[in-house]
């Protein structure tokens, strides 16, 4: 597509719950990365996709999160019995690969708050 | 790990008038990237810096690196609301070759018509 898309672009769930966030990145880049924003703190970022396999993982901030990536495109990350402090935006962006590879496109984001 | 401190945390400034914001990083920069953030869109990019001197200008700002200095500033000319958003400066970790960047707390920039 034309941008990073993702989706839901709002998810409002239960503590305890299993949420679902989905990017579709820039058709043709081979770099995927997930980023978290929590309010009042900087982006963090969390695991970067290398087509389908995750060499960099080191930001996911429990064993309740994980990522995947299939045909090199779509990625879904998950986040497992939702806590409180899971509330965030969460940023996905793609690079192609050469000089551009550190250069993030961003999507709109995911906000989810956990009650 | 890498820190990097921006200021003003945020600003105010009348239409037309010059703006600078700073980011200072704790350790040396291998590469220093603007993105400019509104309210529910995702970060845009903006420049990106990988030369200790060097500077790059798009419309009406322009971005430093001080590599000496571990700093960059990011200099708006003539302001205008469109300017307006959040201003993140990020910074790629030593040795990496993919996007892992660390950022900044961002600063808040309102222009008033």
């Known amino acids: 597509g034309a941008g990073v898309s993702q989706s839901p672009s709002n998810k409002v769930t239960e503590k305890g719950k299993d949420v679902e966030l989905r990017c579709d990145p820039i058709?043709?880049?081979?770099?995927l990365y997930w980023y978290r924003q929590r309010l009042g703190q900087g982006l963090e970022f969390l695991i970067y996709?290398?087509?389908?396999?995750?060499?960099?993982k080191s930001g996911l901030p429990s064993d309740r999160f994980s990522a995947e990536r299939t045909g090199e495109s779509v990625s879904t990350l998950t986040i497992q019995r939702t806590q409180q402090e899971d509330s965030a935006v969460y940023l996905c962006?793609?690079?192609?690969?050469?000089?551009?590879?550190?250069?993030?496109?961003f999507g709109a984001g995911s906000r989810l708050t956990v009650l | 790990s890498q820190e990097l401190e921006q200021s003003p945390q945020s600003l105010i400034v009348q239409e037309g008038k010059n703006l600078t914001i700073n980011c200072t990083s704790s350790?040396?920069?291998?590469?220093l990237y603007w993105y400019k953030q509104k309210y529910g869109e995702g970060l845009i990019f903006l420049m990106m810096l990988q030369k200790g001197g060097e500077e790059k200008s798009h419309e009406k700002i322009t971005a430093k690196l001080d590599e000496k200095k571990q700093q960059s500033s990011l200099h708006i000319t003539a302001s205008q609301p469109s300017h307006a958003g959040i201003y993140l400066c990020g910074a790629a970790a030593g040795g990496t070759s993919y996007g892992k960047l660390t950022f900044g707390q961002g600063t808040i920039l309102t222009v008033h018509p």
């Open positions: 058709s043709g880049h081979t770099a």
């Open positions: 350790k040396t920069l291998y590469g």
């Open positions: 996709f290398q087509g389908n396999s995750a060499p960099d």
């Open positions: 962006a793609s690079s192609s690969q050469g000089s551009g590879a550190n250069v993030l496109t």
